[in-house]
């Protein structure tokens, strides 16, 4: 039977935000599947994530696109998606908390295999999945795509996540170096590391309007 993608909001709440991520799953598939978080970009929830999440629920998978400034904000102004993540970044707890937040929210869903969760990052999604990661919060999988590895948090205790990062050998925000000691770090502390660099690649290299 032909896969049928649905997809709902799904409110939750983090200290007085009101948290919005997307649900995508396959209303044909048997069973309660796995979660993947689709952790967005600086933008946002944008449409391009929502997209990961269609794509995790045509893979089986429940996709959820969570939220990590609260309310749904996004923004296709540079200025305005820095000062977003900035603000983010400031309170890394509470950052933290809301991804947390995610996890136990979408483990909920009646679709959902509580026991199997993975995580993809994107850009700054992908440095927020490797921070938690190295701070211990656990993923069956990660996998980060053009993240931003500078001022990620560092690694505190044991680190269970197998993690697979995608990057770019000409990413400026990502110098093949500190991604390899990233990388080295997250082994020491017990995880399963890839690393895979794409020559002549720069940042944002899964998004087809980047160069817009």
Request: net charge negative.
């Amino acid at each position: 039977m032909a896969a049928e993608i649905k997809t709902e909001e799904l409110e939750y709440r983090s200290d007085d935000l009101t948290m919005k991520g997307l649900v995508a799953f396959d209303a044909h598939a048997a069973g309660p599947r796995p979660a993947v978080l689709v952790v967005p970009e600086f933008w946002g929830r944008t449409a391009y994530m929502e997209k990961r999440a269609r794509d995790m629920a045509e893979a089986g998978y429940v996709g959820f696109a969570i939220d990590l400034y609260g309310d749904g904000k996004v923004t296709d102004d540079a200025g305005e998606a820095t000062d977003l993540m900035n603000r983010a970044l400031a309170d890394f707890n509470a950052l933290k908390n809301r991804y947390w937040l995610a996890i136990e929210t979408i483990k909920r869903h009646d679709r959902v295999d509580a026991q199997r969760l993975g995580a993809i990052g994107y850009c700054f999604g992908g440095a927020v999945g490797l921070s938690m990661a190295r701070q211990g919060v656990h993923h069956d999988a990660l996998a980060t795509f053009h993240a931003g590895i500078g001022g990620l948090a560092p690694v505190a205790g044991q680190v269970d996540t197998p993690t697979w990062i995608f990057t770019g050998e000409e990413d400026p925000m990502a110098d093949p170096a500190e991604v390899e000691r990233v990388a080295e770090e997250m082994r020491e502390a017990g995880a399963e590391v890839q690393v895979t660099r794409y020559p002549g690649v720069s940042h944002a290299f899964t998004n087809p309007g980047a160069d817009d």
